[in-house]
């Protein structure tokens, strides 16, 4: 095939076709979104009035919605999970720890992408021109196609600090996205864990009406005695029916309460609220000896241990990277290039080769007042870092220390509920005694059982406040772990006699 006078071999038609291919692809693409791009979104047609966005002008996305994870085997037919598996349950499948995850291993690699500043850069180049025309006023016809293939290397060599401080920038971001991650799988562990006990606790609650029910029960045949026998009247029997009721009523609106947060904390799991799933409830006693370390201490924990402590130091250190990488760029640079290539002209008998080095010393005299108003900037970015890690040093000073005489105080609750509902039980077991033997009234008997009813669910909740209380100061001194968990499920919530150190 002649095209002018030139033969054309088929190396050149299958090359101009890959160029006509690749040419009618990237129209292709762009054609696809031309409509969407070019159409206006346009704006509400008043002040008053929400805006709407037209069809065709917003795409749409996906859901990507990551499949549930569990453990083996871990939610069989009447499976019980203990408090390690709801937190192992919790960290396969919440997105906040993935969306951590992957922020941490997107800084990971761009740390790994600043390290290439240090090797040399090659880059390669090949193209293809064909140029055709008249000479002599139109009356002499020319056409010539030229063929280039050429590499070229760049390798930065010396540039006062900037890369180094360029390289360290990545790391410490590198190191802040790690420590930020733990830092939302110990909030993830805490928040599972609050969950946890709202359950647990709703279910000893559950647990303790039950018998203020069953309590009620006996007071109401003990009246049904006492008027049958005629020495009490009917208002007796009322009052205990009216007391049963009560106690009826309360205990519907427990059996709910362990609904709901049976279903928030199979959210917190991020399964569905309506999982079928039960929890162990271990039965040991609180060993509040264990809590009694000085709160100088758990402050010398956080110090060391906080994630997101050690996360706002590494930003401020890549703060300061930041800065020392900016004012490298007010100094000179030293490049070394080197290019080597070849040019075709018209056929594969005419070329020549290219042949090139050279060591530039490149030095910024004037960029518009830009590099002083970039050294303010990071010099201002790195202020704004240090106050931030000071004022994050207080508060946790602060959640420490409130955390820690929370603790103390639900300990000592612990301990008080554990004497008041031994003496409630005492006199209620009195009441009941003397209202038998005809010489109390119904309403020593009931007062006596309501003081019971409500001992148990202090003793209840004083024990939730706890554990609560327990892991919100492992939060604090950036302690809790899956390890601290599988420690805190031996101790229950439950009507069990409590150690006293």
Known sequence: MEYRGKRWTPYHLCFFAAVWFAAA???????????????????????????TPAPGTIPGVASKSAPVTLPENILKSGQSLSLLDIVDIALRNNPETAAAWAQARSAAAAYESSKGSYYPQLD?????????????????????????????????????????????????????????????????????????????????????QQATYKEAE???????????????????????????????????????????????????????????????????????????????????????????????????????????KVKAQAYPSINGTADYGNTYYGTTSLYKDNYSGALLFSVPIFTGFSQRHNEEQARADEETAQA??????????????????????????????????????????????????????????????????????????AAADWYVSLAALARDTGTLSASSTENLEKIPITMEKVKKP
């Open 25 to 51: 692809l990237m129209l292709a693409g762009c054609a696809s979104d031309f409509h969407r791009v070019w159409k206006s979104p346009g704006t509400a047609p008043s002040s008053a009035v929400s805006w």
């Open 124 to 208: 390669a180049t090949a193209g293809t021109s064909y140029i055709s025309g008249h000479n002599d006023n139109g009356a002499t016809p020319y056409s010539q196609r030229n063929t280039l293939a050429s590499l070229g290397l760049n390798w930065l060599i010396y540039d006062f600090g900037g890369r180094h401080a360029f390289v360290d920038e990545a790391r410490e971001a590198l190191i802040a996205a790690d420590w930020s991650h733990n830092t939302v799988i110990q909030n993830i562990i805490f928040a599972v864990e609050n969950a946890y006990y709202n359950y647990v606790t709703a279910k000893a609650l559950l647990q303790a």
């Open 218 to 324: 006996t007071n109401l045949e003990a009246s049904k005695d006492r008027h049958h026998a005629g020495v009490a009247t009917i208002a007796d029997v009322l009052q205990a029916k009216t007391a049963l009721a009560q106690a009826k009523l309360a205990l519907d609106s427990l059996q709910g309460q362990i609904q709901t947060t049976r279903g928030a904390l199979a959210t917190a799991m991020g399964l569905p609220a309506n999982t079928p799933y039960d929890i162990v409830v271990p039965k040991k006693e609180i060993p509040l000896k264990e809590t009694l370390e000085k709160v100088e201490d758990y402050l010398a924990q956080a110090e060391k241990k906080r994630p997101d402590l050690a996360a706002a130091r590494a930003q401020v250190r890549q703060a300061g990277a930041t800065l020392r």
């Open 388 to 461: 931030r890690l000071n004022s994050l040093e207080q508060q946790v000073v602060l959640e420490v220390w409130t955390s820690y005489y929370n603790l103390k105080t639900a300990e000592q609750r612990v301990r008080t509920s554990e004497d008041l509902l031994k003496s409630a039980t005492e006199s209620y077991q009195v009441a009941l005694g003397r209202y038998k033997a005809g010489v109390g009234s119904i309403l020593d008997l009931l007062s006596a059982q309501s003081a019971l009813e409500s001992a148990r669910a202090q003793r209840v909740q």
